[in-house]
């Protein structure tokens, strides 16, 4: 064993290299500086202002003139960057064969400079009087220290009280402008009695240009303008005076009227003026469309279009053209330009150029999933898009999925040895109205569309039919028992299917908000077994539980459901970067669901039919305090409830379910609820982990490193829960009273990785609080040997894509 002072005395010594290395990195700093030159190491400012004036806002200002460039220092090792550059420089010396070609060490040497620190200092003042305060005064003062040569800059920055407007006189040589400029008054920025700020002045200029380019002045920019400042004839006031200058274009001051649209959709952009001959030339709708081998009808680029020949020019008519043509996902390139007309200061020629992408498209994903239950198996999604199958900018998407779940034990250790999904999907979309008299709600949004939905999803479980032998001979299953006599490894699988069809419309009006609708959906749920007897068994092991009170009827009865939605998308984030977003996706969906007993003696037990509304809610905030720190927060609910019928009846695959890399990450999926449920970890296929309604909440503080590395601090809550689903009252219902002490609840920290292509994301979430406790614990019955139990509440490793909200 190592004695206690040997330890201390080696620790000594250690700190006593440290030292002595720190004290050689600085000699040898200082042996390389050249003779008169100083390490630059930042500034400082001082604001000296009257009494009671706010200085606040013009201190964030002028700070942000001073040069903060400075040399970098490490803790302990000081100035290392900057050793290291010189030792790089006396190998290059040495050796240039050897080191030319490598990439430079450390950081070069900020020296301060006298020019600079004159031109932040003038800066300073241009920066007050910009602010309104006119009576300013700069100075500045160097701080020197020795051993390495270091030196800052401090600056005093002495004001006068600040200017405040009096009067603001606007001058137009031109009535049209002074009309227009006139009716935008009420909005002003510049009020009588505010302090001048030249940011004001410039906004001001900048509103005018972009109402008056909105009226057809296409040239007009806000340089065109000027403001006159007099701040002699007052106290500290200043009178300003608006007019146009005096050299500007006669172009600037007119509207500008389209005479004539020009479209190349399959434009070769290098040569498109020579390209094409007089036969290649479409009239429709006053555009002139220019292209050989079209990849679009001519009706259908003109739905695209808003201009008109005749129109004045509008930027808003402009950006909806864009978006409607980028909808079509038809186009790889889109651009337009305006172009004067010869002899004219008030036309313009507008030419659009398109280049198509290609047409047709394979894509795939494969991926490989576990799960605490020991199930392993691959993920497999492949596509096939067509994105102008018409010539119409129909996109036409056919997707198939398949994913396996293979239990890693012995084939008699678990009831469902295996799990598969199989699905197939087409969908066509299609970028216009199907409807009558569209004409007239076209101009009313930016982009809109068709869309029809044809697919079938189908969950296959196999059974063990060994592990239900109780449940076999106990209710008299003839069929499946004399099937384990004869084969003792006797499998029977449970496939539930769903067929869906479902037309609906798209449309967006603004940037920041989109719209679907789907009058007509419909959907058939359907069991498939070879056997009646292998429903029987699914109720009675609860696989497929039945409904109490229902005479038997189950979940996985078939059920033809009716269930026409609505979809509200809001995205600020969309409409640019800002301090504070919003996401909300708001889903509600009507539903009739006709459930039709299935299997032995359904004859003896009667349809049903639940009408129920279902609710989804998914909003989101985000909070960007500066550009590396992020505070992310997340609200998901849903609920479906009775609506003139005595209970809610969901099928199996519109059901909730929590946990996972995108809900509640130190669960696994579906370990959670419903209620107070526990979780059995060896038979994750079973039917526990869903419910009707649905309550979960993540915060998340989101740190980026650099372009490549952000780290985050995260924590979930929530679970999912039964709402009157049955006739009487069940332990697994929402409770106000209760349901906050049912929280599941986890924190943990991850690790996410940009790259450009993706986002790659890796979790570590601990459990905090589980759905359940101790006496839950107590009741869990697990019907079969070799039962594990419960899931520990151990740190679990969440590895996905993208982030989780």
């Not at 309104?132 to 051993?147: C, I, K, P, V």
């Not at 290649?280 to 006053?286: K, L, N, P, Q, R």
Request: with cysteine; charged share 25%.
């Amino acid at each position: 064993m190592t004695q206690p002072h040997l330890l201390f005395t080696k620790a000594l010594r250690t700190c006593a290299s440290a030292l002595l290395l720190v004290t050689i990195y600085g000699c040898s700093i200082t042996q390389y500086l050249p003779e008169d030159k100083y390490l630059y190491n930042g500034s400082s400012i001082e604001v000296i202002a009257p009494d009671e004036t706010a200085t606040a806002e013009l201190t964030a200002e002028v700070t942000s003139v001073l040069n903060q460039n400075t040399n970098g220092k490490i803790p302990l090792l000081g100035y290392y960057g900057i050793y290291r550059w010189y030792k790089f420089e006396e190998k290059l010396k040495e050796k240039p064969e050897k080191f030319q070609d490598k990439e430079h060490w450390g950081e070069e040497p900020i020296f301060y400079d006298e020019n600079v620190v004159e031109t932040v200092n003038t800066l300073l003042e241009n920066r007050a009087s910009n602010e309104g305060y006119f009576n300013n005064e700069s100075e500045w003062a160097l701080d020197t220290n020795q051993s390495p040569p270091l030196i800052s800059a401090d600056y005093v920055l002495t004001v006068g009280q600040a200017y405040r407007l009096d009067s603001i006189r606007l001058v137009w040589s031109d009535s049209s402008i002074a009309r227009r400029i006139d009716e935008l008054s009420p909005e002003t920025r510049l009020d009588k009695g505010e302090r001048y700020e030249l940011d004001d002045v410039k906004a001001e200029r900048q509103r005018w240009e972009n109402k008056l380019r909105q009226q057809g002045y296409y040239y007009l920019r806000a340089d065109d303008f000027m403001f006159l400042a007099d701040t002699v004839s007052g106290d500290h006031q200043v009178d300003m005076l608006g007019k146009l200058k005096d050299d500007i274009p006669t172009n600037h001051t007119k509207p500008q009227r389209i005479s004539r649209i020009n479209v190349y959709a399959n434009a070769d952009t290098r040569d498109t003026l020579n390209a094409y001959g007089p036969g290649d030339t479409i009239v429709s709708g006053g555009l002139h469309i220019i292209c050989k081998e079209c990849p679009l009808r001519p009706k259908i680029m003109d739905e695209a279009f808003q201009q008109r020949e005749g129109d004045l020019y509008s930027p808003v008519s402009h950006q909806t053209t864009l978006k409607r043509l980028a909808n079509y996902n038809t186009f790889r390139y889109i651009a337009m330009d305006y172009q004067p007309v010869p002899g004219s200061d008030s036309t313009l020629v507008m030419n659009a150029y398109m280049e198509p992408r290609l047409r047709r498209r394979f894509e795939g994903e494969l991926g490989l999933s576990y799960n605490s239950a020991d199930y392993f198996g691959p993920n497999v999604k492949l596509a096939y898009v067509n994105r102008n199958l018409l010539r119409g900018a129909e996109l036409l998407r056919i997707e198939g999925e398949y994913a396996l779940a293979q239990f890693l034990g012995g084939q008699g250790e678990t009831r469902v040895p295996r799990s598969s999904i199989f699905g197939l999907k087409a969908t066509l979309s299609v970028p216009r109205l199907w409807l009558p008299k569209k004409r007239k709600l076209i101009p009313r949004v930016t982009t809109s569309g068709s869309v029809i939905e044809i697919g079938g999803r189908v969950e296959a479980l196999s059974m063990n039919l060994q592990r239900f032998k109780s449940e076999i001979q106990t209710n008299r299953l003839t069929e499946l028992a004399e099937k384990l006599e004869n084969d003792e490894e006797a499998t029977e699988n449970l496939s539930l299917g769903q067929f869906t069809v479902q037309f609906g419309y798209t449309w967006r009006r603004r940037v920041t908000t989109s719209h679907a609708l789907n009058p007509l959906s419909i959907r058939l749920q359907n069991p498939t077994v070879s056997t009646e007897e292998v429903l029987d068994l699914a109720r009675l092991s609860n696989l497929a539980p039945s409904v109490a009170g229902s005479n038997g009827n189950s979940r996985f009865d078939r059920m033809l459901v009716f269930s026409p939605n609505y979809t509200y998308t809001y995205d600020s984030r969309l409409a640019g970067s800002r301090p504070h977003s919003f996401f909300l996706n708001q889903f509600i969906s009507g539903n009739v669901n006709n459930v039709f007993p299935v299997g032995s003696d359904s004859e003896l037990r009667d349809p049903e039919t639940s009408y129920y509304p279902l609710v989804e809610t998914d909003a989101r905030y985000y909070f960007q305090i500066n550009k590396q720190l992020q505070i992310a927060t997340r609200f998901h609910g849903g609920v479906a409830f009775p609506l003139a019928s005595k209970r809610v009846i969901v099928p199996y695959f519109d059901l909730f379910s929590i946990g996972g890399p995108n809900s509640l990450r130190g669960f696994a999926p579906r370990q959670v609820g419903p209620g107070n449920t526990v979780p059995e970890q060896n038979s994750p296929l079973s039917f526990g982990g869903f419910g009707n309604l649905l309550l979960e909440t993540s915060l998340e503080f989101r740190y980026k490193v650099n372009s490549l590395i952000e780290l985050a601090v995260f924590a979930d809550a929530g679970n999912i829960w039964t709402y009157k689903s049955e006739l009487q009252p069940i332990p697994t219902d929402f409770n106000t009273r209760a349901f906050t002490g049912q929280l599941a609840v986890d924190a943990g920290i991850g690790f996410r990785f940009d790259l450009q292509f993706l986002v790659f994301r890796i979790d570590l979430a601990q459990p905090l609080q589980t759905a359940y406790g101790e006496e839950e614990l107590k009741l869990l019955k697990i019907p079969y040997e070799g039962a594990r139990a419960a899931p520990a509440n151990d740190l679990r490793l969440v590895v996905a894509f993208g982030y989780p909200f």
